[in-house]
Every structure is written in C-alpha cells, then in structure tokens.
C-alpha cells in the first residue's frame, strides 16, 4: 500500500475518538500500511502550545479568537505534519479536524458558517479528508465518560445544552444532504460506538473497507466477507 490518505475520527466529548484512533492504528500495521496519527488541536510545537491556550480551564476566549486559535494550530498541522506525510504515502488518522470546528464553533458559537468556512480552507490548504468516522454515541453518557477519565478541560466544561447542539450538528452532519453541500468534507459515515471497543473498531473497519475498498479491503471483518 503506498498510497497515502486521510482518516478523520470525529464525534461529542467521549464518544471514544482517542480509543479507536490507537486500534485502527494496529489494525493498518498488522496490514502492513504505514500510518502515523495526530489529534486537534495540537501536533506541532505551536499546536500544542495553542492546546494549551485553548483547553486551559478557566480561560476566556471569545468566540471568534476561540475559532482562529483553532485555524492556526490546524495550518501548522496541514503544512508541517499531514500533507507532507500523505506526500509519502502513509495513511494519517486524526482525532478531530475540521468537522469539530462545524459543530462547536458554527452550531456551538453561532457563529457564521461561511466565514468560518472560508478561514477553514485557508488553513487546510484545501485538503480533503478520504473519511471522516463519526463515532455516534449518547452525548450525556458520552459526558459522563469524559469525566471520568478526572478533571476536565474548557471545552468539556460548557453546559449541557451547548453539548447537545453538539451532538445534534454531528448528526446532521452525516446525512446526505448536509454531505453534498459541504463537499470540502469528503465524505463522512456514522458508526454506533456502543459496545466495547473492539467491537467498535470493527464497525470502522468495514466502514473503511466498504466506503475505500481499493485501499482498505483487507481490514473488513472474515465474518463480513465469507472468509474463516
């Protein structure tokens, strides 16, 4: 496999993003594709400097100068990380990109989509991603998750109905309609991240062999392909 790619995992507080980023990781390693992963925002020194600003509690930050700290720490990202690894023919997994600017910043914030959407193609370059994985999940027990893992960050400290546009806007955004109007999102699938999370990964891995088959085919399920 030397073509390069681009897999996005996108989805609420604790939907599991993290989790399934690190198996789908081993799952192409074990099929012998080259891949390295990222998450948003972060990933860069000015990235990770950026998280820090970002996620930091009690940090005030408007909305917009929260959407442009967002912008720059993915710029850094496209131009010093992602493009030039999908340039050598390796796969790259993010956690989160440019979909969780949608849901927070233009559903969350409010505010306006094609301003957003055009600061959004001035950072990425114009880079589409080849999936994006929405990890479908109860967005209260998503959060309850979330904060178990111990003390949570800015953006997890938002209340509860800010979280549900959240979770409503991912939704929205893996209809059809909402996909072929926003074609600089490539195309984009839901996967029920109930259950544990092998069974999870699994759910992603036919999702990856049945939306990329020239690429993905041998990461599909022998119970789903009639082999044993």
């Known amino acids: 496999m030397s073509a390069g790619g681009l897999v996005v995992f996108e989805g609420a507080e604790g939907v599991g993003k993290s989790t399934q980023v690190d198996l789908l990781l081993c799952r192409l390693k074990d099929a012998g594709i080259t891949a390295v992963s990222f998450r ?12 820090e600003i970002l ?22 990202l496209c131009g ?8 050598a023919g390796k796969v790259v997994v993010l956690d989160r990109f440019f979909l ?26 114009g880079l589409v991603p080849d ?6 999940y109860p967005v209260r027990s998503g959060l309850e998750r979330a904060s178990g893992r111990g003390s949570s960050d ?34 984009i699938v839901s996967v029920d991240a109930r259950g544990s999370a092998e069974e999870v990964a699994a759910r992603v891995a036919d999702a990856l ?6 690429r993905f085919w041998m990461l599909r399920q022998p119970e789903h392909s009639g082999l044993s």
């Open 209 to 214: 062999a049945d939306i990329l088959p020239d």
């Open 40 to 51: 948003e925002p972060g990933g860069t020194a000015v990235g990770d400097q950026i998280r």
């Open 55 to 76: 996620l930091r509690p009690g940090n005030e930050i408007s909305p917009a100068a929260e959407a442009l700290l967002f912008m720059a720490s993915r710029a850094e």
């Open 154 to 187: 800015r953006m997890e400290q938002l209340d509860a109905e800010f979280h549900e546009r959240i979770g409503r806007a991912f939704t929205t955004f893996a209809t059809d309609e909402w996909s072929a109007e926003h074609p600089e999102c490539g195309r």
């Open 100 to 125: 969780s600017t949608y849901a927070y910043q233009i559903a969350g914030r409010g505010l306006p989509e094609e301003e957003v959407r055009g600061a959004n193609k001035l950072a990425t370059g």
């Open 80 to 87: 010093r990380e992602i493009a030039p690894a999908i340039a």
């Open 131 to 136: 999936l994006t994985v929405i990890l479908d």
